[in-house]
Structure formats: structure tokens, C-alpha cells
């Protein structure tokens, strides 16, 4: 995912052909919600170009007692507020000088903005990205390499924690963390990105410790408030994830939110809510058809299989089908049965091994309940035991046997046959004492 999206902020701005390539991803689904570094644009450095998900309040200096200029910032003092002023216009002076083709002294402006905040990791991550920039060196070799080279830059450390994000070497990345947590205790931005690590792992106990502390350390960042969103609902909190995400959607707003906050509500069991969430202007396929799907299951909760049937739009056109999900659009229409769904997922999951099978047995799930068919709970069952933690329809048929009553898991053949035993047991001592 951290490929992909670093590859489209840098082509976005004609840095690079390419880069690299690109990590299979499914931002939506996977629910890993990882903040692009989007300071590696050197066109960008300015702070609030310098994350993908800074509260819209970063952008100006308004919080600030007075406004600063480069000029007047000779060096830290205890004055937090002040300091941060100056971390700020210092940036704004390394644009100017970059503009102008100053680059030592856009990275010296960069550098000292870094001193007078170093809690605040993206004036190290922008001076990095410049650096590499400079070098012909912004690839993921040109990281690897200067990060070996230097493992005592806080950006380049960081940067190659994303690398290791996108190549899922989630020990790399957690190391690269430590490092620079060790060195900058209150940088909530690496607190929140070990969290981002943990829920990618997935390893939900120590994602909530990790989110948890990012926002002890800073209550206003939209990215952490996301990660302890799928946090709270991996555990059944989806009143708080969706306090999560509706906080972190007014902070920053982001495309994908009406999805988060729709499959929440449709969580919840607030089916009317969901459907209208999920209405908001969706992303074009394959993502949008996951919205045209939670959309129409939670229609059919309220109205019935066929008033929302329109809800799916049209299924897959003849001839080069639309990538998965959309088989799933054709079988709740009735248009292919379970088995070629199944077929469909194996294939799709074989090609890019996204876990695409437990999707398909989570939807038939959910068109079991629609039917009122027996089979739902075998089914939720099912995909509960193969979908990844951090994926929304583990999260989905948790959430529906729960609101069932049942429990998570079958009780095994050991335990059932362990159960007929102390009964029989019991039986037999019930007779003797009889006699």
C-alpha cells in the first residue's frame, strides 16, 4: 500500500516514471490506514503538504501567539507555542529557497525547523525527502542505501519504515520505530505508525497500546483516531469506532470516510444510517463496488431483497469482467450461484492473495440472512476463521453472531464428545445411586 501511494505522490509532481513496484492493496479493506509520506515531494514541504492526514488547523499558524518569520527564530526556548511558530516559517522559508534554487539552504532551514520541533517528525521526513531528491536518490534502493548510511537520521529512518510497511516486513519496520521512539519519546507520528505496523501484523493488543499512547501525546491526530476506529471494532466497540471516525473525518476529511463511518453503522445494526453514508459519492471500481454492496445489504435489512436490489447497479458487463468484488455484485443479484462465486474468489485470491475466499463465504453469510436461510451462522462461522483480523468482513461476521447470540466458534468434537461423556456419566451415577 506505502508503494503504491508513495509511487502516486511522486509521479503526481513528475518526480518519477515509477517506482518500484507496487505492493498489492486494498486501502478500504484492509483497514490499514497508513499516512504517505508525503513529504518526500520536495514540491511540498511546506507542513501541511508534509502529511496525507494533518487536521485542517496545521495549515496555518493561527494557534501561534504572533505570526514568525525565519528571521526571527535565533533559537528553542521553553515557549512550546513559539517554537512551533518558528518550526513552521521555517518551513515556509525552505519552500522559498528551494524555489530559488537555494537547496543548502532550504535543507538548513528544514534541519533547524526540526530543532525548534522535533516532537513533530514531518520536518525531518521533508528534509530527507529533499536530500534524496538532490541525489537522484528518491527510490526505494536510494532509501534503503542512505538509510544503511546514515542509521541515525530520524527521516530517513522513518521513510525506510514505510518501505518495510510496504514490502509486509513488519519487523524492519517495527525496528526502524524503536529506533526513532527511542530518540524521540513524544513523536506521536511514530507512535501512531508502530500502531499502524501492529494492526497490519495483525496484532490488535498491542495496536491499541500504541494508538492509545499517539493520542496521549496528541488527541488531534486524524490518522491515529482511524487506527484506534479499527481497533475498537475489531473488539466489538463500534460505537466508539464510529466516534473514531467521524472525529478524525472532521479534523481531515478523506474520501474513504463514508465507508468507514457507513460499515460501522451497518455494524451497528443502524442500517438506515449506513445505506445513507454509503451513498456519498463512491470511488470507482473495484473499491466502489464494496460500498454498492454494504449499501445494499443494509437497504435489504430495511426494505427488502428486491426494492434493494437497484442499490447493486448493474452486474458484470459481458465480455473482460470487472475485478473482484464484482462476482459478488453478480451472486446477490442471482446471476451466478455460491459454487461460481467460489470459483471466482479462489481465482481472484490466487492472483493477488488478498484472502478473497473468506469475502465470498461473508457475503453468501449475509444473503443467507436475507433469506432466512439456516446456514448464516455455519457461514459467518467460516469467514470469521479465515479472514484476516484487519479485514472488514472479519469484523462484519463478528459482529453478526454476536448480535445473533452465538457464539464465535462450533464447540469441537473434543469438547462435544467430552460433554457426552460427563453426561453419560452422570446418568450412570444418577442409576446407581437408584438401585
Not at 76 to 88: I, Y
Not at 181 to 209: K, N
Not at 417 to 423: F, T, V, Y
Amino acid at each position: 500500500m506505502v508503494a503504491r501511494r508513495l509511487a502516486r505522490v511522486l509521479q503526481a509532481h513528475g518526480k518519477i516514471d515509477a517506482i518500484g513496484t507496487p505492493v498489492p492493496s486494498r486501502p478500504h479493506r484492509m483497514n490499514v490506514i497508513l499516512r504517505a509520506i508525503a513529504a518526500l515531494s520536495a514540491a511540498a514541504l511546506t507542513l501541511p503538504a508534509g502529511a496525507a492526514d494533518a487536521p485542517a488547523a496545521a495549515a496555518s499558524t493561527a494557534s501561534a501567539p504572533a505570526p514568525m518569520s525565519a528571521g526571527t527564530c535565533a533559537a528553542p526556548t521553553s515557549d512550546k507555542a513559539a517554537n512551533r511558530a518558528c518550526a513552521l516559517a521555517l518551513a515556509r522559508h525552505a519552500d522559498s529557497e528551494r524555489a530559488a534554487d537555494h537547496n543548502d539552504a532550504a535543507l538548513a532551514a528544514l534541519l533547524r525547523a526540526d530543532q525548534f520541533a522535533p516532537e513533530d517528525l514531518r520536518f525531518a521526513m521533508a528534509r530527507a525527502g529533499l536530500a534524496l531528491k538532490l541525489a537522484n536518490q528518491l527510490t526505494p534502493a536510494g532509501i534503503e542505501a542512505a538509510a544503511k548510511a546514515a542509521p541515525d537520521d530520524i527521516g530517513l529512518r522513518l521513510m525506510h519504515a514505510e518501505l518495510a510497511m510496504a514490502k509486509k516486513d513488519h519487523a524492519a519496520a517495527l525496528a526502524d520505530l524503536d529506533r526513532v521512539i527511542a530518540r524521540r519519546p513524544d513523536a506521536a507520528l511514530a507512535w501512531e505508525m508502530r500502531a499502524s505496523v501492529d494492526v497490519a501484523r495483525p496484532d490488535f493488543t498491542a495496536a491499541r497500546a500504541d494508538v492509545e499512547h499517539a493520542l496521549r501525546l496528541d488527541a488531534r491526530l486524524p490518522t491515529a483516531l482511524r487506527l484506534r476506529g479499527v481497533v475498537r471494532n475489531n473488539g466489538g466497540d463500534h460505537a466508539g469506532a464510529l466516534a473514531d471516525y467521524e472525529a478524525a473525518h472532521v479534523l481531515a476529511p478523506r474520501p474513504d470516510d463514508p465507508f468507514l463511518v457507513g460499515s460501522t453503522q451497518f455494524l451497528q445494526r443502524q442500517f438506515g444510517a449506513a445505506a445513507a453514508s454509503l451513498a456519498r459519492r463512491p470511488p470507482p471500481p473495484p473499491e466502489g463496488l464494496y460500498w454498492r454492496v454494504w449499501r445494499y445489504l443494509a437497504l435489504a435489512r430495511l426494505i427488502g431483497i428486491e426494492p434493494a436490489g437497484g442499490a447493486l447497479g448493474p452486474g458484470t458487463p459481458p465480455g473482460p469482467g470487472l475485478p473482484w468484488p464484482a462476482p459478488v455484485i453478480d451472486f446477490l443479484h442471482g446471476s451466478i450461484d455460491a459454487a461460481t462465486l467460489l470459483a471466482d474468489a479462489r481465482k481472484a485470491q490466487d492472483a493477488h492473495d488478498l484472502s478473497q475466499i473468506c469475502e465470498a463465504h461473508f457475503y453468501m453469510a449475509e444473503e443467507a440472512v436475507l433469506r432466512q436461510r439456516s446456514d448464516a451462522v455455519d457461514l459467518f462461522r467460516l469467514a470469521a476463521k479465515e479472514c484476516p483480523a484487519n479485514f472488514h468482513e472479519y469484523e462484519g461476521a463478528t459482529a453478526e453472531l454476536r448480535a445473533m447470540g452465538v457464539p464465535l466458534a462450533a464447540p469441537g468434537p473434543t469438547v462435544a464428545a467430552a460433554r457426552a461423556a460427563s453426561a453419560a456419566a452422570t446418568a450412570s451415577s444418577a442409576a446407581s445411586a437408584a438401585r
